[in-house]
RNA sequence: GGACGAUUAGCUCAGCUGGUUAGAGCGCUUCCCUUACAAGGAAGAAGUCACUGGUUCGAAUCCAGUAUCGUCCACCA
């Protein structure tokens, strides 16, 4: 790139230079040169789903995991971050039916299992990676080599060793259930899959029978064919007296025996208090028929109809029997009362379709077993003590409350899904068949290999829960099983388990976090990491999730195309703060993109300024003479390098950026660098614009690794190739040179700046045309040394002063403008407006004169000259006479103006 | 119904374990194209830190309550 450029222009560099850092090898922790005892750093990458593409919500979360990895990448650490993608075995198929139907007009039925799962594939060789290429984009710098996929080959193994070992373990086990049906799907939904939105619904109450005594109301009246008791309040005195009769009759024709039942959780207030028990459909219904060992009616099947043996309403869907029920009742005059209610519907969270409640045979994964190699403690008790011991930590740690409340109500964990496309359950099942050739009594068999005489052999149709492979991720990407035999951990999975943090969304910090627990801790008894950071949602500026449909969404790859990586990046991480949501829109990431540029100038601006750029050196050398200005930007360094290293280890990444973006703005360029303009020594000069430079770049490259490295190449002084790899800064290298850097002089360059900024304010409230030069007298009285060094920076600082002039004492100028700061008098003269003048002491003076009051009470306050601690009391009197005699100069002054 | 948050400048938000006259970015006002940067520079206005109590020498910060908003979970027959 030409030098020459006023603009910073990151489409013609970051390709590149990702690639040059591709190409390195060192994402690859086996190819960074570290010694054998090197601490481990490891994150997986929350695989995204296959299908996805990137959205600002993946930029978001590849920032931070990026900032993570290459801060630790530069401090030492074996680095690694490992990239794959999800199946998302629900998500993917869906896509693939909608795309069947919308060009060929089938169904995945119409095609059959193998041919539809063809299709899937051949689909996804399409998008397969679209989004880790899109992740490239981001700068992420991930071990592609150890890429994975929740359903390649060697997950594929791990998966089904998994569940084998569990299934031999106790742990998985299949049961009878009610489970959350999704009848256009054909599948079953996990509780968290299932969405509640408000409807509106009629609600009906009425009689099962003309002489049934207790009035019920529904919402659902074609299940009531189902009914097999009426459950009341047991406190409940209008049918305390029915409680365990038994009543018989007609219903719509069908045949009913209703048992009178009492459960506490019924509402007395609610309808009439009293609540038809369907228990095939109704997921409390169940667990009272439980309790209450009541008979079952299955009254709607799978695909959303009534089931046999419900004469005229068999084969009915569900909606059309509903109605033909009530046309029944109102026909029999047994309505007592219609009624439109708000109640919840709860849909599946991919098609938006009814859920259906039913009861099915399904795989589950039991929470409560108590296991032998977690000493007798269930997989719910485990994960929740290694939270509570803080073996895992959570930032922020309120969702430590969270994860405990939430993993305390768990019940077992339903993990067969009723699609094709995933991992298919590993068991399968021998027909044994009786005289009539009905099949009976099934045989049973669970492996990782199936069984040898096959043809005899039935595999279950179920494929497995998607959270149940990606569950295993942390393991199942470092090799395991084979990287555990007897008990031992060996290759990667010895080098990088337990990893160290996992990012993710805390939306899914139950549906993936909880299950990555329980699964590390069942297959090789540790957890599968030490810290979960959980990040928020990235918002639109008004506040509203980003959608596709909504269109307010921010595509990132456009954003990055207009404004550049680093920028988008750096807007990701300022402002955002763990488990906050964040509101992004295009205005701030411009904001950023400016101080991006800003940055490539200062480097331009050293650039032009260096005649030879300084060799590379770790320690500035202790025989520099060193001006005040240069000192005072190295102590700053050595302050901001240690709060950056603390911030970003506290997981702090926004404030550390902020004060990255202060420094590199106000203290570097509009300071150090406009004092640089005019000071002489010009090696010095040289080796500490370098040095600050160096390391400056060297703290922002986790944060905008792209110009970062784009400066560092074109620097061509240094020592490391790469900065990717190049050692992160210690303040301790600066400790040496700033050792006769005392308090004092500290403040004596704070002084300075009061100085330069109040000449500025007074000439611009004077009005003083630029070009007119003014005259200015110090008194120093005993500060010369300072005063000389603020007399450069004035003639320096294009003040307009022309004539500067220190005295020790002196007479004391009326008509001019008068500043004391530090100790230090000035008088400008020329251009001043006395009445003006008077009224910005005035101001000050009144200012002073709050300030000062304040201070006073708290100071005659007993209490707080007793009672705190000492040093602040020191300070607070230290203030109270300083503001005083300053209070007492200026009323002085403005006397003489008067 | 259960759990967890939020409320600070016109807008978006920082403010870590209580301690200067509460900060930043954007926006706004005035001035300036001074050869690193107008995607810039100089200056300025703007806040009862939601409300009410409490603890404390001292509260935006800790505690309790109120109001409003939000998220997650459960779930309504």
């Not at 041919?115 to 594939?121: D, G, M, N, R, T």
């Not at 408000?198 to 099962?208: E, V």
Request: charged share 30%; glycine share 6%.
């Amino acid at each position: 790139m030409s030098k020459s450029s006023k603009q910073y222009e990151p489409r013609k560099t970051e390709d590149e230079i990702y690639k040059k850092w591709e190409n390195s090898g060192y994402f690859n922790p086996d190819n960074l040169d570290l010694s054998e005892d090197a601490p481990t750093y490891t994150i997986v990458l929350p695989p995204p789903n296959i299908t996805d593409k990137l959205h600002l919500g993946h930029s978001s979360m590849l920032a931070i995991e990026d900032l993570l990895i290459r801060f630790h990448r530069m401090k030492g650490y074996r680095t690694l971050w490992l990239p794959g993608t999800d199946h998302a075995a629900i998500a993917t198929q869906n896509v693939v039916e909608k795309k069947l139907l919308k060009e060929t007009g089938k169904t995945r039925h119409d095609l059959g299992r193998e041919k539809f799962l063809e299709e899937v594939w051949k689909f996804l060789k399409g998008t397969q990676s679209t989004i880790l290429k899109q992740t490239r984009k981001m700068g992420a710098s991930l071990d592609w080599s150890r890429e994975a996929f929740t359903l390649d080959e060697p997950r594929q193994k791990a998966v089904t060793q998994m569940f084998v070992n569990m299934y031999e373990a106790g742990v998985i086990y299949q049961g009878e259930r009610i489970v959350n049906w999704c009848p256009r799907c054909h599948s079953t939904l996990a509780d968290d899959e299932v969405e509640h939105t408000k409807q509106k619904a009629k609600f009906y109450t009425f009689k099962y029978w003309q002489d049934f005594p207790i009035a019920i109301s529904t919402t659902r009246p074609e299940t009531k064919i189902g009914d097999t008791a009426v459950a009341v309040n047991p406190k409940d005195k209008r049918y305390k007296k029915f409680i365990g009769q038994e009543f018989a009759g007609e219903f719509c024709g069908i045949p009913l025996k209703i048992k009178i039942i009492a459960d506490r959780e019924v509402d007395m207030d609610f309808g009439t208090g009293a609540l038809g028990v369907t228990p095939a459909h109704s997921m409390v219904d169940w667990k009272m028929a439980e309790e209450n060992n009541l008979k079952i009616k299955k009254v709607i099947n799978e695909d959303g109809n009534i089931h046999q043996g419900f004469g005229e309403f068999s084969g009915l869907p569900a909606k059309k029997a509903g109605q033909l029920v009530i046309k029944k009742l109102q026909e029999n005059n047994l309505i007592e009362k219609e009624l439109e209610i708000e109640n919840n519907l709860s849909t599946c969270y991919r098609c938006d379709t009814a859920i259906e409640p039913l009861p099915s045979k399904q795989w589950f994964v039991s929470v409560d077993k108590k296991l032998e190699r977690l000493g007798d403690k269930s997989l719910k008790e485990k994960a929740i003590e290694v939270a509570k011991n803080k073996e895992i930590s959570f930032i922020p740690d309120r969702f430590e409350k969270r994860y405990i409340n939430w993993m305390e109500n768990l019940h077992d964990w339903c993990i067969s899904r009723q699609i094709w496309f995933g991992h298919r359950i590993p068991v399968w099942y021998k027909k044994v068949k009786n005289k009539k050739q009905e099949i009976k009594n099934r045989e049973i068999y669970v492996g990782v290999n199936p069984p040898k005489d096959i043809e005899n052999w039935e595999q279950d149709s179920d494929v497995l829960d998607t959270w149940f492979s990606s569950g295993m991720w942390t393991f199942s990407t470092l090799g395991w099983p084979n990287t555990f035999q007897n008990g031992k951990k060996s290759g990667d999975l010895d080098k990088f388990h337990p990893t160290q943090v996992l990012e993710t969304g805390y939306e899914i910090l139950t549906l993936w976090v909880s299950r990555m627990i329980m699964m590390s801790l069942f297959a090789i008894g540790e957890i599968p990491f030490e810290n979960v950071y959980l990040h928020g949602m990235v918002l639109d500026e008004k506040g509203k999730k980003m959608s596709k449909s909504k269109g307010n969404g921010i595509n990132p790859l456009d954003v990055i195309e207009k404004f550049g990586t680093d920028a988008v990046r750096l807007s990701l991480l300022i402002g955002n703060t763990p488990g906050n949501d964040l509101r992004v829109g295009e205005e701030k990431i411009e904001g950023y993109r400016n101080f991006i540029n800003k940055l490539w100038n200062i480097n331009k601006y050293i650039t032009n300024n260096m005649e030879a750029r300084p060799p590379y050196s770790r320690d500035i050398d202790i025989n520099l003479t060193l001006t005040l200005a240069d000192k005072w930007i190295l102590d700053k360094m050595k302050n901001l390098i240690g709060e950056v290293n603390s911030d970003i280890q506290n997981y702090r990444f926004s404030q550390a950026g902020e004060k990255l973006y202060d420094f590199t703005w106000r203290d570097f360029a509009d300071w150090y660098l406009e004092i640089s303009k005019f000071e002489e020594n010009k090696i010095e000069k040289n080796i500490v614009l370098q040095t600050v430079l160096d390391d400056l770049l060297k703290l922002w490259h986790p944060f905008i690794p792209f110009i970062t490295e784009t400066i560092w190449q074109e620097n061509k002084n240094t020592k490391s190739e790469l900065l990717m790899i190049s050692e992160f800064p210690k303040s301790k290298s600066y400790a040496k040179i700033l050792n006769g850097w005392s308090d004092e002089s500290k403040n004596d360059f704070d002084k300075i700046q009061k100085i330069i900024t109040a000449i500025r304010n007074a000439r611009a409230e004077n009005k003083i045309e630029p070009t007119q030069k003014i005259q200015a007298v110090i008194y120093a009285g005993n500060k010369i040394d300072l005063l000389r060094k603020t007399k450069v920076l004035l003639e320096s600082l294009r003040t307009g002063i022309s004539e500067l002039e220190i005295k020790k004492t002196g007479e004391k100028i009326p008509d001019a403008i008068y500043i004391k700061e530090g100790g230090i008098e000035i008088y400008l003269l020329g251009g001043i407006d006395k009445e003006e003048e008077k009224l910005r002491i005035g101001k000050e003076i009144e200012n002073l004169t709050k300030y000062i009051s304040g201070l006073e009470n708290k100071l005659s306050n007993k209490s707080f000259t007793e009672k705190a601690p000492v040093n602040i009391v020191a300070e607070e009197r230290k203030k109270f006479r300083e503001a005083q005699s300053k209070k007492t100069e200026l009323e002085l002054h403005l006397k003489k103006l008067n």
